[in-house]
């Protein structure tokens, strides 16, 4: 099963748990980490999230700057879903 990281905790991010997902969620990312735990799941910033992922979700809004965000950290773009 992969294990994925969703990016984003507002109604996007709701949306996606409630289709639900085939795959082991390993936490949330806020760009600016505004809480802790969301859906009971920990809440990390893009500078700290865990390392040992298979794909990011991008479920909000912000694509453009998560991209940009993804492209300053050397994020492997092959591994983020961007969904809008």
Known sequence: MSKILIWG?????EQVLKNGLNAEIMGF????K?????????VYDYFTMPK???????????????????LEKNIDLS??????
Not at 9 to 13: C, R, V, Y
Not at 79 to 84: R, V
């Open 52 to 70: 040992n992922y298979d794909y990011i979700v991008v479920a909000n809004i912000y694509v453009n700057e998560i991209y940009q965000l993804c």
């Open 34 to 42: 505004t809480k802790d735990l969301f859906q009971d799941h920990f």
């Open 79 to 84: 591994k983020i879903i961007f969904l809008k």
């Open 29 to 32: 990312i806020e760009t600016k």
């Open 9 to 13: 905790t507002g109604k996007i991010a």
